[in-house]
């Protein structure tokens, strides 16, 4: 119902928006449409009386900050044409994640939206030398196996592919807002515990490389065999965590306020298929970092079906912990789940992925250990589509 033009050159490029703006006194009128709208006080001239402004251009004339920038662009239009140029790239691309995944000729330089990386070590560290070390230091019990499969989880399972933000490159787990989500409470002590490693391959190892080694390390020592988890060197280290602005944690079921279609979203946010999803969620939890969020309980750390087997042939009562809602095992003692470990009882699709798993061993094994590498891998993004580790 609005009617009029914005400028005096419609169909050509110009700053005239601005000029026109700034230039002129505005008064509300009701339009032909019906609707309110601003044109040019007491004009004359036919050209300036085809001219109109709605409600919120006139208000940029009535904020300080903002008339600054409309009188700026008014006298510059070079000015203006670089900053809408720079605005419209950002409009148009922010979602599409970083500068790799674009193509072509017309890509200008990376921007600051597009959180960039520094480039990863020319002759990364030998993938053996670097899961020795860890290994040495699972058997000084400095660290647990749960404890490094926890660490490797929480930082890579951010991913998103709605804007391809998240995921293990960066390693942003180490900074603000990620090391302060409730769910990553303790996990900076597994961090402090691994940082001799990064200092004795200076130069070679990144924390994120590392953080993912350490994941393949703790897995190992739960038995599945090292062939079975690839691992694709190259990650680099954020500096900060402004790349995680946005994104939200992947905790234990309290982020989905008991809603099952929240956390099938979720899934689908990040990527990652309900297969995997669902042989994720038998990962071994640590003792140690459960009680650092406050779920006071026994944790099982195994990498078994068994974990199936409890979810889907118990009865759950809810009770209440210091970290949250936790479900205990109806009629028996100690016997405890999270609210993402029923959503597998209660929702019939991820129940029947997690039954399949339960009555067959070898395939709960070896799709755990293909969900485990894409979900490690999901983030190393080569063009629009591929991806550098496959």
Known sequence: GFEGSWSLTPTQWSNNYFTELVGQEWEVYMGPGGKHQWRVKDTKNASLAALMMLTSDVSLLHDPSYKALSEHFAKHPKAFDNQFAHAWYKLTTRDMGPRERCVGPFVPPVQAFQNPLPPPPAHPAAFDAVLTDVEALLAANTVAPAELVALAYQTASTV???????????????????????????LDVVLGRLGSLVQKHAGSLTWADL?????????????????????????????DGTGSAHLLP??????????????????????IPKWAVVALAARPKSQAHMDSIGYNATWRSELSTDFYNVVLENQWVKTQTPGGALYEAKGKTGVFATQTDLFLYYDPELRAIAEAYAADDALFKKRFAEAWTLLMNADRYDGPTGNKCY
């Open 160 to 186: 998103r592919v709605t804007d391809y933000k998240g995921g293990a490159n960066g390693a942003r787990i180490r900074f603000a807002p990620e090391s302060a989500w409730k769910v990553n409470k303790g």
């Open 211 to 239: 953080i993912v080694v350490a994941g393949t390390a703790g897995l190992k020592a739960f038995g599945l065999p090292l062939e079975a988890l690839p691992f694709c060197p190259g990650r680099s280290d954020a500096t």
């Open 250 to 271: 992947n905790g234990f079921g309290e982020d989905y306020e008991g809603n099952v279609a929240l956390y099938v979203d979720k899934m689908v946010v990040s990527g």
